[in-house]
């Protein structure tokens, strides 16, 4: 967003710093201070003309975590004795509460996750659905599906996503051919050299390429 010259606010675990005395992650939802600390970044954007990414993590609710999780289309919530799966469980209700707070202000909201998560089946999220049906009486969400191999990932990757805008649908592109994927992968500009120092340490160098992926106009902060 930044990037793009829009003032936007960044919201994730990897942000937090932790202080003595405080135990509270202020960047973590399952949190008071973060839940609280979301609500007002959603406060603050312009009625009508603001966006909301929610990017829920996806272990919990992902294939490779079923043995642990037990969730399934037809069980989605799975097993809470598990602390991991409450946590996600608790992650994703604050995340439609916070989604019904963009929406109740006219933003625009999109939540993805990969393909084979069963997120989308949790009965929350489809109460969620049904409550912009109901108030609307014409389709609220819209959903999609795409490759992240076609936006230079560095694998295929199924992933979809649901919004409040029909604008989302843009981001299918169609077929992913795997050759045509195979060979811009081949091809890719490499920015950075990678390493290891006496230490053992992983460093990565710039190159000559790396500055031609700079863009101007990023609004300092």
């Not at 939802?29 to 609280?36: A, D, E, M, N, V």
């Not at 272990?59 to 919530?77: E, H, I, L, P, Y």
Request: glycine share 6%.
């Amino acid at each position: 967003m930044r990037s793009k010259s829009y003032k936007s606010g960044r919201f994730d675990v990897k942000y937090h710093e932790k202080k003595p005395g405080h135990r509270s992650n202020y960047m973590d939802l399952t949190h008071t201070s973060g839940f609280l600390l979301a609500c007002y970044f959603i406060l603050r954007g312009r009625p009508q003309s603001f966006f909301a990414i929610f990017a829920v993590k996806c272990a919990s609710f992902s294939q490779m975590n079923r043995g642990t999780s037990k969730r399934s289309a037809c069980s989605s919530v799975g097993m809470p004795q598990h602390a991991s799966v409450k946590q996600a469980n608790q992650l994703l209700e604050r995340s439609v509460l916070l989604i019904f707070l963009v929406t109740s202000l006219r933003g625009t909201w999109f939540l993805e996750q990969p393909r084979g998560s069963c997120l989308e089946f949790y009965p929350t999220f489809r109460k969620l659905f049904m409550a912009l049906y109901i108030t609307r009486d014409r389709p609220a969400v819209f959903r999609v599906s795409w490759w992240m191999g076609h936006f230079a990932s560095a694998t295929p990757k199924r992933h979809y996503g649901y919004a409040n805008s029909a604008k989302i649908r843009s981001l299918d592109r169609g077929k992913l051919h795997i050759k045509s994927f195979t060979e811009s992968q081949k091809v890719r500009t490499k920015t950075t050299k990678r390493s290891i120092n006496r230490e053992g340490k992983e460093c990565y160098t710039a190159t000559a390429s790396l500055r031609g992926t700079e863009k101007p106009g990023c609004p300092k902060y």
